[in-house]
Structure formats: structure tokens, C-alpha cells
């Protein structure tokens, strides 16, 4: 049944929401008299990410676990996509650098810049990747990531696939 | 059915659905093209299992809600919206961990964007009154914490001098806004601009965590302001952008609703 088509028995305007009044003051308001289950888990899942986001500054362990999350080193593969969710838009200070054996044409022997947020995104972007594989393998690459004194590096080794088709990635070292 | 016959919580989940099928409709040819190079260079890691490096799954994940979001756009139903939200979101979900798509914060705008359409299509549908009271707040308790989650990470040194976004942005992106100037200003001039853009997120990126305790409408408006700002300074931002909006609208559309009439 279209939605328009209830609008008799579901009226198109709000209990709450009265004009100058707070939504928290609504919110608040609407689930003391009668709770709605589907809004309060919503807000608990966001107050949930939320309390990790506000323990970065605070906590050395939830910095290094949320260094350690942009270059996929230390997390169990279920906790991370767990974290996942998480809100983490041009994070942290993160640096990559590029070594590769020898230069040719228009690959350098060493790159470096910035990364935005996740910094494995250097070499699972689809054009990083191409781009690694169009230049001489096997490739460097230096990931450190850097928040408020924490610092977490890692090196990948990027090697042609096997029977030359794509890249196979082994990390290095972590620090 | 027209738009201003739909009642309020339809009118929200439209806006903030169009929101994100326009995003979709805007990246579906960049999808294409990763999927294509997700088959033809696979990457062979460490971390990701065989099923999340799966062109097919991409792919899946990717183009799967068009067969929702197409039906409910043009005539939403009750059903509709269920099914549509919970595509959405899981789709969301699995493109938030795939290993060609899992670093494109568009995922979890979408996803929790999802989660909030969900709730529109389920408990809001079940009881609209109370829906018009719940729906503001949890509009901008997202927008707020998708905030959040990008102002504590840049509280460092780096971000209030600018350095990234100066390498980032400032001295090599091709966009017009920094092609220009390039050309108008000169180097020193530049890292200072750099710098006080970089501060100016900072603050703003902050100052928008709080939006979560302002009235709805101007919340709307602030964070329409913000995030039209965002896709200025980067047009390829828009993938985040837009559905930002699309809350932020869906949360005035939601506020906007006029008290029903007073029943005996």
C-alpha cells in the first residue's frame, strides 16, 4: 500500500517537535512517556563509536589501536570490520613513503607525501595499484601514522602476483 | 502521489534516499572501473580473505540498492521502504569492509545513513507522531558524531599548522579552487592559506559536534552551510557530502511536521 494512502490512519505531523523547543528536550520527552526501542539502539550504537573517538586524545592504547586499524597490522580481522562503522575522516598524520629498487621512466626510485585516513589505501586504490604494478617490482612502502606523541610504523613489500597477474603485499615490520 | 501530498517521515526518507542514490548514480562509473581492476590486478594480502577481495561482491554491494532505490524514488510504500533501508545499510556494511571500497568514508556515511533510513521505514512508519519527535535528534546525533569522528583525529600538531592539507590539497591537487591558486598566489602565501584553512576545519569540524543540542532548524541550516563549504573546497567530496545534506534535511522535513490536531 503507498504511504499516501495511510495518511488517514497515520497523521503526517509530529507529537513533539513544538516549535523552539530542543530535540533533545523532544527526544527525551517522547521516550519517558513511551520508549522507542528502534531510536534509543540508533543513539546507543553512536554513543557507543563516539566514547572510542573520545578516547583517542586520552588513552595510548586506543590511539595505537586506531593507528594500528589505518594500516591493518595488530587487529583481528572480526574486530576490525567491527570498528569499521567508525567515523575517521582525514585522521591522524599519516605519512607513506615508496622505495623501489631502481627508478624507470616515470617511477621513481623513492615517492612521499601524506595519506588522508587509512593508509593501506596507497596500494588497495584502484589506481595506486595499477600504478604499482605499471613500475618495477618488488616496491617499499613505509607507512608511519602519528597522534599526539603515538607513533606506529609499518613496511609492506609489494611483489608480482602469482604467474605475474596482480600484487602480493607481505608486511615487513611493524613498530 | 506528489511531494507535498507524501506525509513527512516519506518526505524524509526521499530526501535522504535521493541523497544517496545521486552519489550512486555519480561514482557508479568509477565502481565499474574498480571492479574491472579489482579482477584484473588482484591483491594478495595479508588481512583481507578471499570473499573480501571478490570483484563480484564489489560489484554486488555496489549495484544492488539501484533495484530498490529506483521502485521506492518513484512510488515508496510502506514495504518499499523497509526493504530499501535494510539493502542500504547492508550493502553499506559490506562495502565498509571490502578490500577495494572499505577506506572510502562515503560507506559509513551511507551506513549509518542507512540505519537511520531503517528506523524511518520501521519504527517511525509504526508511529508518526512519535516519530516527529525522535527523528530531529537522531538526525543530529549523526551529523554530530560523523563530526566528531573527524575532528578528534585531526587535534594534532600537524592539522593546526596545515601540513597535510597543504600537501594534500594546496600543492598538487588538480582541482580548479587550488589550480588557481597556484597560479594567483606565491609559495609562502600559499602555506599560509593552507595553514589557515587547515585551522579553520579544525574549528569548524569541532564547533559542528555540538550541533546535536541546537534547535532542528538551524542545525539543518548550519550543517547544509558546512557541508556545501566541504564540497568548495573538494568537488570530489560530494560522495560525502550529499548525503550529509540528505540528513540534515530529513531531520527539518522531520521538525517541520505541524502538531496533529488534538484528539478527544
Redesign the interface.
Known amino acids: ?4 494512502e ?2 488517514a490512519a ?9 516549535r ?5 528536550v ?2 527525551i ?3 519517558a512517556e ?1 520508549p ?4 534509543l539502539f ?2 546507543s ?2 554513543l557507543f ?2 566514547c572510542f ?2 578516547l ?2 586520552l588513552s595510548e592504547t586506543v590511539r595505537r589501536a ?1 593507528l594500528r586499524r589505518f594500516q ?1 597490522t595488530g587487529w583481528p ?1 572480526a574486530a576490525w ?1 567491527l570498528f ?11 605519512r607513506w613513503e615508496v622505495v623501489r629498487t631502481h627508478a624507470d621512466g616515470a617511477c621513481p626510485r623513492t615517492t612521499n ?2 595519506v ?3 593508509v ?2 596507497r ?4 589506481n595506486c ?2 600504478r604499482f ?1 605499471q613500475c618495477p617490482l618488488p616496491a617499499w612502502v613505509h607507512f608511519r601514522s ?3 606523541g603515538t607513533v606506529v610504523e609499518t613496511t609492506y613489500r609489494l611483489d608480482s ?2 604467474d605475474q ?7 615487513v615490520t611493524e613498530r | ?1 506528489t511531494w507535498k ?6 518526505r524524509a526518507f526521499l530526501a535522504l534516499t535521493g541523497s544517496i542514490f545521486a552519489v550512486r548514480v555519480a561514482l557508479a562509473r568509477q565502481y565499474l ?2 571492479t574491472g ?2 579482477a584484473s ?9 578471499w570473499v573480501l577481495r571478490e570483484p563480484s561482491l564489489l560489484a554486488a554491494a555496489y549495484f544492488a540498492p539501484f533495484c530498490s532505490e529506483l521502485p521506492v524514488l518513484l ?4 514495504r518499499r ?1 523497509r526493504r530499501h533501508a535494510i539493502m542500504v545499510t547492508l550493502c553499506a ?1 559490506i562495502l ?2 571490502h ?2 571500497s ?2 572510502f ?1 562515503t560507506w ?2 551511507v ?2 545513513a542507512g ?2 533510513l ?2 524511518m521505514a ?2 517511525a ?1 509504526d ?12 538526525a ?3 551529523i554530530s ?2 563530526f ?3 575532528a ?5 600538531a ?2 593546526w599548522a596545515g ?2 592539507f597543504y ?2 590539497f594546496f600543492a598538487h591537487h588538480p582541482y580548479v579552487v587550488y589550480a588557481l591558486l597556484r597560479v594567483w598566489v606565491d609559495a609562502g602565501a600559499l602555506r599560509a592559506i593552507a595553514t589557515w584553512v587547515s585551522r579553520s576545519v579544525v574549528v569548524i569540524e569541532t564547533a559542528m559536534v555540538f550541533t ?5 532548524r538551524t ?1 539543518s541550516a548550519i550543517t547544509i552551510v558546512v557541508a556545501l563549504g566541504m564540497w568548495l573546497s573538494a568537488g570530489d567530496l560530494f560522495d ?1 557530502v550529499w548525503p550529509i545534506i540528505g540528513t540534515a534535511l530529513a ?1 527539518r522535513i ?8 488534538a484528539t478527544p
Open positions: 500500500m503507498p504511504v499516501a495511510r495518511r497515520a497523521p503526517s505531523s509530529g507529537a513533539g517537535s513544538a523552539g523547543r530542543l530535540p533533545i523532544d527526544f520527552a517522547a521516550n513511551k522507542d526501542r528502534a531510536a540508533l543513539l550504537a553512536v563509536f563516539a573517538i573520545l583517542l586524545p586506531g591493518l580481522l570490520m569499521q562503522p567508525a567515523p575517521s575522516m582525514y585522521n591522524f598524520e599519516n607525501g601524506f588522508n585516513h587509512h593501506y589505501n596500494i588497495a586504490l584502484f595499484r595499477v604494478r602519528a597522534y599526539r602476483g602469482p597477474h596482480g600484487i602480493t603485499v607481505t608486511p | 502521489m501530498d507524501a506525509p513527512p517521515i516519506t572501473l574498480t581492476i579489482q590486478v588482484p591483491l594478495h594480502d595479508h588481512f583481507f580473505p512510488r515508496p510504500s510502506q521502504m556494511g565498509l569492509v578490500q577495494a572499505y577506506f568514508a559509513v556515511v551506513f549509518w540505519l537511520f531503517m528506523w520501521g519504527s512508519l508511529e508518526p507522531q512519535r516519530a516527529c519527535s525522535n527523528g530531529p535528534l537522531l543530529q546525533a549523526l558524531f560523523w566528531l569522528g573527524g578528534v583525529g585531526k587535534w594534532t600537524a592539522y601540513e597535510p600537501d594534500l546535536v543540542f541546537l534547535p532542528a542545525a560525502v531531520g522531520l521538525s517541520g511536521a505541524t502538531p496533529p490536531p
